[in-house]
């Protein structure tokens, strides 16, 4: 069963603490994405990867951090100093970037207080 | 800056009709389009794509057509169903960008 898996579902946590969402793909792709999505508002783009061992900023990086030491896996750290990072959080993949249809997780939501 | 919007934030429809959504895109130079679809709490699903040398493109029960001259791209829904009742999502995917970009959606709502 192919596809994009994203954990956990639902995660708290206070605020000041650093938290790391998981994103894992078996589908063989090149381009993972991590997006934020806020309440009634579309997809922004935080960072992405294209290859293994390479990662971009996106428009709203500050506060964030990612890695891709394995194809299959870009998980996406959510700092202290990222100033409102309660949001739902998507991650998805692609073949290649650019123009090729993304697959996405089901996404974490993350509420910190 | 670029920017993919969209005319209608909410279409209410009837069960059986045609429902139609719109997206203006401001980038021209912009050479792939995707519609997605996304129910409440769950991520985007895949509906149809077109790139920039066609004007229109089939899929089932879906339609999307793309006019470069004014910007505008939209996606056409044949016999609108309950479950068809979401939020959709244009993107874009602008020259020299190496990830879409997107709108901010539309919700459309189907009335029994």
């Known amino acids: 069963d192919g596809g994009i898996t994203q954990s956990p579902k639902y995660l708290f946590r206070k605020e000041g603490q650093n938290v790391t969402l998981s994103c894992e793909q078996n589908?063989?792709?090149?381009?993972m994405y991590w997006y934020r999505q806020d309440p009634g508002q579309g997809l922004r783009l935080i960072y992405y990867?294209?290859?293994?061992?390479?990662?971009q900023k996106g428009d709203i990086a500050e506060g964030y951090s990612v890695s891709r030491e394995k194809k299959e896996s870009f998980p996406l750290t959510v700092t202290s100093a990222q100033k409102n990072p309660t949001a739902f959080y998507l991650c998805?993949?692609?073949?290649?970037?650019?123009?090729?249809?993304?697959?996405f997780g089901p996404g974490t939501r993350l509420t910190v207080t | 800056g670029e920017s993919v919007g969209l005319h209608l934030p909410t279409l209410s429809v009837q069960e059986g009709d045609n429902s139609i959504i719109n997206c203006a895109y401001s980038n021209s130079a912009s050479d792939y389009f995707i519609w997605y679809k996304q129910e409440s709490g769950k991520g985007p699903q895949f509906i149809i794509d077109?790139?920039?040398?066609?004007d229109k493109r089939q899929g089932q029960r879906v339609t999307v057509l793309l006019n470069k001259t004014v910007k505008h791209l939209s996606l056409q829904i044949a016999a609108t169903q309950p479950g068809d009742s979401a939020v959709y999502f244009c993107a874009e995917n602008p020259t020299g960008r190496r990830a879409l970009t997107f709108g901010s959606g539309t919700r459309l709502q189907v009335q029994p």
């Open positions: 589908l063989n792709h090149d381009a």
């Open positions: 998805a993949s692609s073949i290649a970037t650019p123009s090729y249809e993304q697959y």
């Open positions: 990867s294209q290859i293994v061992n390479d990662f």
């Open positions: 077109i790139r920039s040398n066609m």
